[in-house]
């Protein structure tokens, strides 16, 4: 399973890079101990549950393995990253740049192996999945260290947690906002961003007026894409699923859940055109509809930005306005954070090597610089995003701070099916188009969730 919970292969080829100005020069102390050769500390360390400080060990002559997804960090990061921990260690890094098809497959025959790549960048929703089939190292006895004093994003380190075990360290992320026309709703008489739920659809009301025409959507909101429709159920309080005891059990028919079931239904139905109650975002593409005017709002990654402005050049950013999606909790909105985590195999033997790549990958300054400041991601804790996102632009300020208020899908091994098979988009076109009520489609869900989640136990 790839990142597409986040945004689609395209789009992460052709994301935006975030502006940043004025970040001072990366300083990065590091005290080195007595030298020790690479080696299995971190593999056998944590039996007693106590937290331990990363080994700092030198090691020339050795080389660390490291395994990149296309897209995820430039060449300039990855080099920033492999020159401080040479410095470091005194050993090699080789990374090596993998491809999107058939990654999971790939990884998976790679973990089982003698000699598995040391580290590995790994999607954050495909992190339970490695962690299941016993493939990745459990970092839990090196969770202080590695978050260096930083709350990690919610969103990255959820899924990254497994039966309470931490599996991998959150890298970047990439968060949902509301992108909407300035000059449609400035002719509609909406003058001032909505901070609020009720501010939010007393604007849309009002471009509905300036715009009566039944295939307009004041917000585009396709039927079959969760993971905006999540967000209301997120903000009532409701969740996918829950883990009780041994056990995973679907819970979109609690009462939280059915409440943001139902206001996503209120919201889709007044707001998006009838059409859209039971397409998904590619047919039709609905960076195209946005883009030629026929809609005024919706709900995307920051990518959008650029993919707007190429279908239609004539949109500039100054066109464009965007906030995070106010709920009715009186908060912004959950998201959903789609992005990458760094992994450790199992049968690494050179874990003390690769806990350092870890550490200075996820170091708050490497993330603020670098995977920030260079490649344009949400860095992977609170801290990194308001420093980051007061170095970025107006129109891309919004996104940092919707990270900030982040979910993540159930962190089960058997999540990637229900995802797959569309089980949960069909919750939200289902309810949309009025062919469930909420109840019924959270029942058929729910069912199956229990099935599919459980189906490794």
């Given amino acids: 399973m790839t990142r597409t919970t986040c945004m689609t292969r395209a789009s ?17 102390a590091v005290s080195l101990g007595a030298s020790a050769c690479s080696g299995s500390a971190g593999r056998d360390a944590g039996g007693d549950g106590k937290q331990r400080a990363v080994p700092v060990v030198k090691a020339e002559g050795k080389t660390l393995t490291v395994w990149v997804m296309d897209g995820d960090y430039s060449e300039a990061t990855r080099k920033a990253m492999k020159d401080q921990f040479t410095r470091q260690t005194g050993a090699d890094v080789k990374i ?6 058939g990654i999971t497959t790939k990884i998976t025959t790679a973990l089982a192996t003698s000699t598995p790549p040391d580290v590995i960048d790994i999607g954050n929703t495909q992190v339970a999945s490695f962690a299941a089939s016993g493939g990745l190292m459990d970092l839990s006895p090196y969770a202080k260290d590695l978050r260096q004093g930083q709350t990690w994003l919610g969103g990255l380190e959820e899924p990254a947690t497994v039966d309470g075990k931490l599996y991998a360290a959150p890298s970047f992320a990439g968060a949902r906002a509301v992108i909407y026309n300035k000059k449609i709703w400035d002719a509609a008489g ?3 961003v909505p901070t609020t739920y009720d501010e939010l659809t007393k604007d ?3 471009v509905r007026k300036a715009h009566p025409a039944k295939e307009f959507s004041p917000f585009y909101l ?35 859940a059915q409440k ?44 959008t930005i650029e993919l707007i402005k190429k279908a239609n050049p004539a949109i500039k950013d100054s066109d464009l306005g965007t906030f995070p999606f106010p709920g009715k909790s009186g908060k912004a909105q959950p998201v959903m954070l789609g992005g990458s985590d760094w992994g450790i195999a199992a049968k690494s033997t050179h874990q003390d090597l ?17 995977v920030a400041g260079k490649d344009g991601w949400i860095p992977n804790s609170e801290g990194a995003v ?39 988009d069909k919750v939200f076109s289902s309810i949309a188009s009025g062919s469930s009520t909420p109840k019924q489609a959270a029942d058929t869900f729910d069912a199956t969730a229990g099935k599919v989640l459980n189906a490794g136990n």
Avoid: C
């Fill in 12 to 28: 992460r080829r052709q994301r935006g890079r975030i502006p940043f100005v004025g970040l001072a020069a990366l300083v990065v």
């Fill in 96 to 101: 090596e740049v993998q491809n999107w098809d």
């Fill in 190 to 192: 909406v003058k001032s």
């Fill in 204 to 206: 849309l009301r009002q």
């Fill in 222 to 256: 396709p039927g079959r894409y969760w993971h905006t429709g999540m967000q209301f159920v997120w903000d009532a309080g409701g969740d996918i699923a829950a883990k009780q005891g041994s056990k995973w059990k679907g819970t979109l028919g609690d009462t939280a």
């Fill in 260 to 303: 943001g079931l139902a206001e996503y239904k209120a919201f889709q139905n007044e707001f998006s055109a009838p059409s859209t109650r039971t397409i998904d975002t590619l047919n039709p593409d609905q960076t195209r509809v946005f883009a030629d005017g026929k809609a005024s709002a919706i709900s995307m990654t920051n990518v």
């Fill in 354 to 370: 690769a806990l350092q790549w870890v550490k200075i990958a996820t170091d708050p300054a490497v993330q603020t610089k670098w």
């Fill in 386 to 424: 308001k420093t980051a996102g007061q170095k970025v632009s107006p129109l891309l300020r919004p996104f940092f701070d919707a990270a900030l208020r982040s979910k993540a899908t159930p962190a089960s091994a058997d999540w990637a099916q229900l995802e797959g098979n569309k089980d949960i």
